[in-house]
């Protein structure tokens, strides 16, 4: 069983910063991909950032220059949000495509959300 746990979500003002963490546990034999997504009341879940294994990372254009997407130890990804927005609020959830077994693909898998608020 694979667990993404998220944390770091809370409520700043905005300009202000904040860092997700997601860690990724359970049998895992690789982690290709990891990424975060957010959900704003009333949209669509979009990707924010993502980065591949020994990949160069990818943003959304909403965030390039402000987010920042890096990874530790190949199971923890982290996202370092700075001059945050009032249109960043949203719930950020953590993603991964990971393989646990040799004999099957890999698998997409997602954290439970951390709930991000950018009061103005």
């Known amino acids: 069983q694979v667990q993404l746990v998220e944390s770091g979500g809370g409520l700043v003002q905005a300009g202000g910063s904040l860092r997700l963490s997601c860690a990724a546990s359970?049998?895992?034999?690789?982690?290709?991909?990891m990424a975060w997504y957010r959900q704003a009341p009333g949209k669509q879940r979009e990707l924010v950032a993502g980065?591949?294994?020994?990949?160069?990372p990818n943003y959304a254009d909403s965030v390039k220059g402000r987010f920042t997407i890096s990874k530790y130890a190949e199971n923890t990804v982290f996202l370092q949000m700075n001059s945050l927005r009032s249109e960043d609020t949203a719930v950020y959830y953590c993603?991964?495509?990971?393989?646990?077994?040799?004999?099957?693909?890999?698998?997409?898998?997602w954290g439970q959300g951390t709930q991000v608020t950018v009061s103005s």
């Open positions: 980065i591949r294994s020994g990949g160069s």
């Open positions: 359970g049998i895992i034999i690789s982690i290709n991909d």
């Open positions: 993603n991964a495509d990971i393989r646990t077994n040799w004999d099957r693909p890999s698998n997409i898998y």
